[in-house]
């Protein structure tokens, strides 16, 4: 896997990142992606409901956030964890077919979206962009002239 | 939104129906305005930025029935349904008008809004029929804002901030289009304070590829184009600063104007509203060019009289320091400190003047607050009795104390609709009469000496004496004999009488009865008058004159017994002198003649109301007397007075005294050495003399 500029935080910590989904493999496949950005595995969740307890245990810089999910969507996940924790950094992870969904999820308070099957580079840079937006990762804003 | 409390929920509240109300205010007007002129784009736009605005602070009183109606109707001010249904957008912009005019009032009380469900049948015809082309995306950024965006980005360069248009080019192969917009928006949003976005709202449009912004920010530019360009969804993202403001001075002008109404609206006067000028407008800087609302004080009336009777009280200080000070004089003739005196005595005469003068502006409104209501009345009325009426307006900047306006809004609202009414002929029936078809209802209003006298007259087809002498006799009010003596002015007076018509008879005696008694009362309420003068076939006036102010006047002060009274300097005709074989007495009445015109004779000790608190008069020897001739409202008569005491200013004051309390009465006044004067109802003593039929000399 391509390895990318490692994504750190201010504090010279690794990212921790929470993943969920029902899936194994999605879950294994973006840990892996993750790591490639230098980042750390903080928790992994099947369902929302269990996503909301591990929030709470680790408290991760980045949440990626499966839309479609049992015992719990993945927007009631990013409601809850949202109106507990409204610095929460939530990307959610979606099928095509589902925009109203993350049109949802965004309103409720999660802040990106990236689509399935994810490609390394866009989860790359909505992780950066949203880390830097808070201000977690160190200030190494790269002005990105338009490449188009 | 929630309110942090009540007082200041309440606060707020107020502000909203405000504003609200010159919101409709507008609306009618540009509704109005578009029936004249159907086309007329930017009178539409007016309508959709009110709406809009009617929309957004609805929202925020958590009215949220309104702002809905509100939303649902600025859908269909567009110009394409507007071209497509020039003929009804009007109507249903004063439907619209009047649908949430009614739904304010129901929030105001605290009632449940009524639905509103006519207007949205207008809404959905208007929008069924003009099927909304979807609109192609804009491929470039044109940062085509609205003059009211234009504005707000004036305003905030002025202030100093830093202005970007931004322009997102969102990627077409992004996934998500609606969702990318939200991001794009939310990133605009948290990159500064947006002021101008462009699709409105942010809301996604099927093909749209291009989100503009107007952005005011702290942040560099470079800043900017990481936090707008969103990975995944943003192509490229173009920013320029803004430096010159690009609003046209004319709507700074207006936005000036506008703020100014609104203020006046709410009986405040911009104390000092920073002026449009070149100064203001080049510098941009900090200082000085502050929003123009910011110079405008909202202030409770209640405190704009406590100032008012604190000058009153200054006043009358003045009047006891000029007494003691002319004391002084006498008995120190050949004091050097005399002239100190008098120079610190003019001086605080002078300041004190001024000081009142300027309380008594602040209280100032010009009578257009009240007659911009009323084009939309006549046409109401014309429409409904299906007639051709205009309305003409003069001296709508003559400006009256606030709360003598507010207290004239239903009286003349009463005239003029029943000038549109019953006074103007159908069309028909005017070109029968050799008149132009169209009826015309006059508005004026201009100052006359202490007085603001406002006519409401119409070209229609005037009352019939003979009808409302008839009438009066029907309903008792006055005698056949009566009638018989009444001269033409008296006999028209009658329709002022109570009870002399009832709503059934309305167009039988051109419906000048109806409530013309309330009309009435309520001008003598507010120490004025009400006239009228008619002629058959050609149309009728009514005149109302009401103080300036309530709070002073100017006024001739005379004695009659032991007793001190005023009257205002205005009414004064002129002063003459009598003798007891100069009167004569005619039906009980004493009359004298001036030059050649036979004046009845006023004895304030003689007036019933009077007399019992006057010892009997038993001093008429044959000296010559003063008489005061009191020219009001057309009429003249003589008022006899003891002796003359001269002029002075005198504020009113309420007094408890049961002569204060007579309708002949209008006031009550102290002087500096604590006299009380009692201040004459000039148009009371008028209406008294009246009512007793065949007295009262006309002019």
């Known amino acids: ?148 | 939104m929630s309110f942090s409390s009540d007082e200041h929920s309440s606060e707020l509240r107020d502000l909203f129906f405000e504003s609200a109300a010159e919101i409709l205010q507008g609306m009618n007007e540009a509704g109005l305005a578009l029936e004249q002129h159907p086309g007329d784009a930017e009178k539409l736009r007016q309508v959709r930025r009110a709406v809009h605005t009617l929309k957004g602070d609805s929202a925020a009183c958590g009215y949220h029935q309104l702002s809905e109606l509100a939303h649902e109707f600025e859908d269909v001010l567009t110009p394409e349904v507007a071209q497509q249904y020039a003929g009804s957008i009007a109507d249903v912009i004063l439907i619209a008008a009047d649908t949430f005019h009614e739904m304010l009032a129901a929030y105001r009380g605290n009632l449940q809004p009524p639905s509103g469900g006519a207007l949205r049948e207008h809404i959905s015809r208007l929008l069924r029929k003009s099927a909304p082309e979807p609109r192609p995306a804009a491929s470039e950024a044109t940062f085509d804002w609205t003059e009211y965006d234009r504005l707000l980005i004036a305003e905030a360069i002025r202030n100093g901030e830093s202005v970007y248009n931004v322009a997102v080019y969102l990627d077409p192969r992004a996934p998500l289009p609606a969702a990318a917009f939200e991001l794009t928006r939310k990133a605009i949003e948290s990159a500064g304070k947006v002021l101008a976005l462009r699709p409105e709202g942010g809301a996604y449009q099927e093909g749209s590829l291009l989100i503009e912004a107007a952005l005011s920010t702290a942040q560099t530019p470079d800043w900017i184009r990481a936090r707008c360009h969103v990975p995944s969804i943003a192509e490229r993202v173009s920013i320029e600063e803004l430096r010159a403001p690009d609003a046209a001075p004319r709507d700074l002008l207006d936005i000036l104007l506008e703020s100014e109404a609104a203020a006046l609206a709410s009986g405040i006067k911009p104390v000092a509203a920073a002026p449009p000028d070149e100064d203001a407008r080049e510098s941009g800087a900090h200082a000085g060019a502050a929003h123009p609302s910011e110079n405008t004080l909202r202030v409770d009336a209640g405190r704009i009289d406590t100032v008012m009777n604190l000058v009153g009280e200054m006043i009358i200080g003045k009047s006891m320091l000029q007494r003691a000070v002319a004391e002084f004089e006498r008995s120190h003739s050949s004091d050097p400190l005399r002239g100190k005196f008098s120079d610190a005595l003019a001086f605080q005469s002078r300041v004190l003047g001024e000081l009142q003068k300027s309380v008594m502006k602040i209280r100032m409104v010009p009578v257009d607050h009240l007659f911009r209501r009323f084009p939309r009345v006549v046409r109401d009325v014309a429409r409904h009795r299906n007639k051709d009426i205009g309305l003409e307006m003069a001296g709508q900047n003559t400006d009256l104390d606030k709360s003598i306006l507010d207290a004239l809004a239903e009286p003349l609202a009463h005239l003029v609709r029943n000038a549109a009414d019953h006074g103007i002929e159908n069309a028909a029936e005017r070109l029968a009469a050799g008149k132009p078809a169209r009826g015309t209802v006059h508005l004026n209003a201009y100052h006359d000496g202490d007085e603001v006298v406002i006519e409401v007259s119409d070209d229609g087809r005037g009352l019939d004496r003979e009808k409302i002498l008839r009438r009066g006799m029907e309903r008792g009010i006055i005698t056949a004999e009566e009638a018989s003596r009444l001269n033409e002015s008296e006999s028209l007076q009658l329709i002022f009488a109570p009870g002399l018509s009832t709503a059934d008879e309305v167009t039988e005696i051109s419906g000048r009865g109806v409530g013309l008694d309330v009309v009435k009362s309520a001008l003598e309420a507010l120490k004025g008058s009400v006239e009228l003068q008619s002629r058959p076939g050609q149309g009728t006036t009514f005149r109302l004159s009401v103080p300036l102010t309530l709070a002073s006047i100017q006024a001739l002060l005379f004695r009659v017994l032991d007793r001190l009274y005023a009257v205002p300097i205005a009414s004064v005709g002129e002063i003459t002198r009598i003798s007891d074989g100069d009167v004569h007495s005619v039906d009980d009445r004493e009359v004298f003649q001036l030059r050649d015109q036979v004046l009845t004779l006023v004895r304030l000790d003689r007036l019933e109301r009077f007399a019992s608190s006057a010892a009997p008069p038993d001093r008429r020897s044959s000296k010559r007397v003063f008489v005061i001739v009191i020219t009001a409202g057309g009429r003249r008569f003589g008022l006899a007075v003891d002796s003359l005491i001269g002029e002075e200013e005198l504020v009113i004051k309420a007094l408890e005294d049961e002569l204060v309390t007579s309708p002949l009465v209008s006031g009550a006044s102290i002087l500096g050495d604590g006299t009380v004067v009692l201040i004459l109802n000039v148009p009371a003593v008028v209406s008294h003399l009246s009512r007793i039929p065949a007295i009262g000399a006309t002019a």
């Open chain 1, 1 to 148: 896997m391509k390895q990318f500029e490692t994504l750190t935080r201010k504090d010279s910590q690794p990212v921790r990142y929470l993943i969920v989904d029902d899936s194994v493999f999605a879950r294994k496949s973006l840990a892996k992606m993750v790591e490639s950005f230098g980042g750390q595995l903080a928790g992994e969740a099947g369902d929302g409901r269990t996503a909301i307890t591990e929030y709470a245990r680790t408290k991760p810089d980045i949440v990626l956030m499966d839309i479609t999910m049992p015992q719990m969507e993945g927007i009631e996940a990013v409601e809850h964890i949202v109106q507990q924790y409204p610095e929460a950094r939530i990307v959610m992870v979606s099928s095509v077919g589902y925009q109203d969904n993350i049109l949802a999820a965004l309103q409720k308070g999660a802040r990106h979206f990236v689509q399935k099957p994810v490609k390394p580079d866009a989860l790359y840079e909505i992780v950066r962009y949203v880390l830097n937006e808070d201000g977690v990762t160190a200030p190494s804003i790269v002005v990105q002239e338009d490449r188009r």
